[in-house]
């Protein structure tokens, strides 16, 4: 369960922006495993409303789609039923740091956008991203590929045109995030290789909807990034009136157009890709 996210009551609007980026780039990732990609079974820890294991289930043999949200899993198993009914997908209700499957059964790991919501601390090194990476080890056959799909800290900072309307909270979620070198030698320390980082510079998270100005303002377009559930009330009411004050003045379109430019050079999100020792 997200640590700061109310995820059954954003599993009603979670698709109206969200899509799955980077999908070519996970391929490309997992085609390194240890059997050839249409022989796997591939895990989707935190598989929310299933974007990425429906854009992926065509590629491999089977998929685990595990999360704690019943609302986010409902949602995902209504797209793919016949899938389910074929056994190419199977649906669990069960936490990350505790995967229902056996040790060494899985061929590849897919984690996407997800660790920042543990209840973790920072100060302590994110013990529970840890123990997460850990038990991504344990499922994993030997030469078995793990993608993290998350956001570095200077994507977090340059990659939205909307970050810098809620500069104190954005500070509060790049803590979330554990640095880019940090992840990664956690990634090493529970006994992986790791194989690349990719970041898919054209994709926003929040398809064409992520350029609408005036999206603050509307409920179920901040459904589609949990950052804004990190807002108090009246953090909220101050964000939105700017917005209609420079709106009022024309000046909305140019505050997205300037805060965005940066985006392109660093992008939302990045991929790494790890196999197993
Ligand atoms: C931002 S959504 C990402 C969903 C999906 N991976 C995607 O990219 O569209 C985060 C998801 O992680 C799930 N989640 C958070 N913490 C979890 C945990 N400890 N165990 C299982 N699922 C968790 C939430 O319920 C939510 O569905």
């Known amino acids: ?58 590629h491999v043999a089977h998929i685990a789609a595990v999360d704690m949200n019943d609302a986010m899993l409902g949602v995902a198993r209504a797209k793919m039923e016949e899938a389910e009914v074929a056994g ?86 790049i803590e979330r995030h554990a640095p880019l070198l940090e992840l990664e030698s956690m990634i090493v320390a529970s006994g992986f290789d790791l194989c690349g980082r990719f970041v898919p510079t054209d994709a926003v998270m929040q398809g064409h909807s992520y350029y609408d100005p005036r999206g603050p303002l509307d409920a179920t377009w901040r459904a589609g990034d949990s950052v804004w559930a990190m807002l108090s009330a009246a953090e909220l009411e101050q964000v939105q009136k700017r917005v209609r004050d420079m709106d009022a003045r024309g000046e909305l379109e140019n505050f997205v157009a300037d805060h965005d430019a940066e985006r392109v050079h660093v992008g939302q999100a990045t991929f790494l890709c790890a196999r197993r020792r």
């Not at 954003?10 to 922006?17: E, I, N, V």
């Open 88 to 173: 190419r997908i199977g649906f669990h209700r069960a936490a990350i740091d505790c995967l229902p499957m056996d040790s060494i059964s899985a061929d590849a790991v897919m984690i996407n956008q997800v660790l920042h919501h543990l209840p973790d601390d920072a100060s302590k090194g994110y013990p529970l991203m840890r123990k997460v990476i850990g038990e991504f080890a344990r499922v994993l056959r030997p030469g078995g590929v793990l993608v993290v799909n998350f956001c570095s800290h200077e994507q977090l900072r340059r990659g939205w045109w909307f970050f810098p309307l809620i500069e104190a909270t954005a500070e509060r979620m």
């Open 1 to 58: 369960m997200s640590s700061y996210e109310d995820y059954t009551a954003t599993s009603a609007h979670y698709d109206a922006t969200r899509v799955p980026i980077g999908t070519e780039i996970i391929l490309g990732c997992l085609a390194r495993g240890p059997r050839p990609l249409s022989e796997q079974v591939l895990v989707d820890a935190g598989c929310g409303t299933g974007n990425y294991s429906r854009a992926l289930l065509d």
